[in-house]
């Protein structure tokens, strides 16, 4: 008897219903986190890295006869081995890049487009994607000009002959539907801009879902590369998730984007949420981490009964490759990996550890979120060197240049390791990849004063609000607003007053019309003027993602074709030798009274808080971090 044989069978009264266990593996946001490797630190790590996962990957595999593997997006950018393969595959696209040579190995059956594939431009993403060999899938993005013309395969109906509990086969039709963030547009505007369209992720899904059941898909599982954000729909919104989670005819959710782990307690009192099922408004659904440092895994209860397959159990769950409690490894690296890219791994570690300059002082991001920082000042130093040059016989040269940087490791979800912490001494690749670890491009924005005021009123919303009179401990940052967004904006002098509430909320909206904690603010030693224009230094992801830095989409005045982190090398490189030291531009302002106020930051660096006396070192947390208390009662 064949598979469609019995699949025509099953469900008479001689039979019964068949039962089938299915099984979906996947990763999401690896970040060509392929070996087991730090490349900041330049040591190895137990903590992540596709070849632990892949540990995990084969264990899982072998526990049930039925499975699909899938990868959720953002494979081909995030280290300084991404950047390395950039280099390769430019001299050399025929090359195979390195993430598609260990998923090829491990037999990823089914990729979803992330929000970082476009980082580098379509045509980039295209030589990338010629050495998998495993399909890709997106819905929701369309040939600009061809609005019903998809760019990619917008889903697949995979044919998977499964096996029942008897150890009878059948044929289970498959589908797989992947979506990415309309927000892409803005983010890589440069390179997307004309070439294609985004439409909202919800409005596609409603349109497909159906022709996909409609084309004889026995199971749908939905691939956004999203997080989930409990908020009401919108038009085009980043993470919709939960309103995906609501969609007619999906079966299971896997999702990332967000860098979170699903089923996990950050969700705990979500709307909708089952974290004991790993479950969406009753639909299985995993967020496996980032890095490689979870496996999602959901498990399908299926029946055939009828003339038609349904899921009549699940249960989701992801598992990690480190225990941050035990602070131990869970698996040991795939050897088989680490092979199929040792070539890559070799020449990124050569390519990190060339050197730029020197330093003659550490440089670390412990307290750059409490206070000014030489990491944060030096990426400025370097961003204001670069645009005074370029703006020397220009319609600008006259306007003062100003320079808005973040700190990018700051700890939080990434664990108490995810800090920079350069030492005195040698200054190579790695540290300036360390000091700015994204692909960014520099550009120039032309401001007022008043509208300078209401960009780092948007930055300022990284603190919670501090009560001066309250006895219980206090945090200070809020966990929720990526520090990356916490720019600090160089050439000017200001104080954030975190007693009074935010102004904005974490993506830039306004919350709170009556609120302002930037105060104090000066330029040249005078108050600063509010109607005049200056010239502020940014990235491309910040000058077409915010209407707060670029009011109108109007005011860029210059987008170089040079990487941040380009310019900071060659900053480096110009001044030979530098001793990075941050000038006290910005300051959280004297608060009345001794609340206790704490933040957490690495277990390192409890000796470089014995500069500052506002600071006390309390101990450290279960999961590693050093908690201090912050004392900026008096004045300064």
């Known amino acids: 008897m064949d598979i469609l044989d019995i699949n025509e069978k099953a469900g008479h009264e001689n039979l019964g219903p068949v039962r089938v266990k299915f099984r979906i593996m996947v990763t999401t946001d690896l970040h060509v986190s392929l070996w087991n490797y730090d490349y900041y630190t330049d040591q190895e790590t137990l903590h992540y890295g596709l070849a632990q996962t892949a ?17 959720n997006g953002d494979v081909i950018q995030g280290n300084p081995m991404g950047d390395y393969a950039v280099q390769r595959l430019q001299q050399d696209p025929s090359a195979v890049h390195p993430a598609y040579k260990a998923m090829n190995l491990l037999g990823y059956e089914v990729g979803n487009i992330g929000n970082h594939e476009f980082n580098y431009g379509l045509e980039y993403l295209q030589t990338c994607l010629q050495g998998a060999k495993f399909p890709y899938v997106n819905a929701n993005i369309y040939i600009a000009g061809e609005q019903e013309r998809n760019y990619f395969t917008p889903y697949l109906l995979l044919d998977k002959t499964v096996e029942d509990e008897a150890g009878s086969k059948h044929l289970l039709k498959v589908g797989v539907i992947g979506f990415v963030p309309p927000q892409i547009m803005q983010w890589d505007k440069a390179w997307l801009e004309g070439k294609i369209i985004v439409k909202d992720m919800l409005e596609t899904a409603r349109r497909f879902i159906p022709e996909m059941k409609a084309a004889g898909a026995d199971l749908i599982i939905a691939m956004p590369h999203a997080g989930f954000e409990d908020i009401p729909e919108t038009l085009d919104m980043e993470n919709a998730v939960l309103h995906l989670s609501r969609v007619e005819g999906i079966d299971a959710i896997v999702f990332g984007h ?15 949420v089952d974290l004991e099922r ?14 490689g440092d979870h496996l999602g895994i959901i498990d399908l209860e299926l029946t055939f009964s009828g003339g ?5 159990a699940s249960a989701a769950e992801v598992r990690p490759v480190y225990d941050p409690i035990r602070k131990e490894a869970l698996v040991q690296p795939d050897t088989a990996i680490q092979q199929a890219v040792a070539e890559e791994h070799a020449g990124t570690l050569e390519y990190i550890r060339a050197p730029v300059g020197q330093t003659t002082v550490a440089v670390n991001s412990f307290f ?3 206070m000014d920082d030489a990491s944060v000042q030096l990426v400025n130093d370097a961003q204001m060197w670069y645009v005074k040059q370029q703006m020397q016989g220009s319609e600008y040269e006259g306007l003062p240049v100003l320079s808005a940087a973040a700190p990018f490791k700051t700890g939080g979800r990434y664990g108490p390791s995810y800090y920079t912490h350069i030492p005195a001494g040698t200054l190579a690749i790695k540290h300036i990849a360390d000091l700015y670890n994204f692909p960014n491009t520099l550009h ?7 509208e300078i005021r209401e960009w780092l009123e948007w930055s300022a919303g990284q603190f919670r609000q501090i009560d001066p009179s309250a006895e219980q401990e206090q945090e200070l940052i809020n966990s929720d607003f990526p520090s990356f967004n916490f720019d600090i904006i160089d050439g000017i002098r200001y104080q954030i007053d975190v007693t009074q509430p935010a102004r904005y909320d974490a993506d830039g909206g306004l919350k709170d019309p009556d609120a302002h904690r930037i105060i104090q603010m000066s330029f040249d030693g005078e108050p600063m003027d509010m109607q005049r224009h200056y010239l502020v230094v940014t990235n491309n992801y910040r000058a077409f993602s915010s209407a707060l830095v670029n009011p109108g989409g109007e005011r860029i005045i210059l987008a170089s074709p040079d990487e941040n982190r380009h310019v900071l090398t060659e900053y480096v490189r110009h001044m030979k030798t530098l001793t990075p030291k941050a000038d006290g531009h910005w300051s959280l302002a004297p608060w009345s009274g001794r609340p206790h106020v704490t933040f957490l930051t690495s277990p390192q660096a409890t000796d470089a808080a014995n500069a500052y006396s506002e600071l006390l070192y309390e101990g450290l947390t279960v999961e590693g971090y050093a908690k201090f208390a912050v004392d900026f009662g008096r004045s300064r």
């Open 278 to 291: 790993g479950a969406i408004h009753d639909i299985p659904a995993v967020e496996p981490g980032f890095w």
């Open 368 to 370: 750059a979120q409490v």
């Open 444 to 450: 120039v924005v032309r401001l007022t004063g008043t």
């Open 308 to 312: 038609k397959w349904q899921v009549v």
């Open 55 to 71: 540990s995990l990957i084969q264990t899982a595999r072998a526990e049930v006869p039925n499975h699909l593997l899938l990868d």
């Open 258 to 272: 967000a860098h979170k782990v699903f089923p996990g307690p950050s969700f705990m009192g979500k709307t909708g």
